[in-house]
Nanobody
Framework: QVQLVESGGGSVQAGGSLRLSCAAS????????MAWFRQAPGKEREGVAA????????YYADSVKGRFTISQDNAKNTVYLQMNSLKPEDTATYYC????????????????????WGKGTLVTISS
């Protein structure tokens, strides 16, 4: 069973940048699609971005297009989320998730098994 560990969260002012990292224990059949989700206080978990690790195809929520970039380093079994032009509404706990599919319905949290989530890293954006 793959293990995912997020890092890079913190507190920054609006307009600033952060880069989150998700380190996987290994790229396996369970890490064909890797994604970032976020959950703000009092809100449901929502998909932010995903990457099909085989081809490098990326996907983004409309709310972050043009500001966030998902990428990978296969040699390090790591996926990144570069977040620029951050807004207070980006404040949330960010989670990394993986699945064996080809990023089909990547934005749906239920697409990812309960055992394929990281513990999350907190991002706080102040105005």
């Amino acid at each position: 069973q793959v293990q995912l560990v997020e890092s890079g969260g913190g507190s920054v002012q609006a307009g600033g940048s952060l880069r989150l990292s998700c380190a996987a224990s290994a790229y396996t059949r369970s890490t064909i699609c890797m994604a970032w989700f976020r959950q703000a206080p009092g809100k449901e978990r929502e998909g932010v971005a995903a990457i099909y690790t085989g081809a490098g195809t990326t996907y983004y929520a409309d709310s972050v297009k043009g500001r966030f970039t998902i990428s990978q380093d296969n040699a390090k079994n790591t996926v990144y989320l570069q977040m620029n032009s951050l807004k207070p509404e980006d404040t949330a706990t960010y989670y990394c998730a993986s699945m064996s599919g080809g990023c089909r319905r990547w934005w749906v949290a239920a697409s990812y098994g309960k055992d394929y989530w990281g513990k999350g890293t907190l991002v706080t954006i102040s105005s």
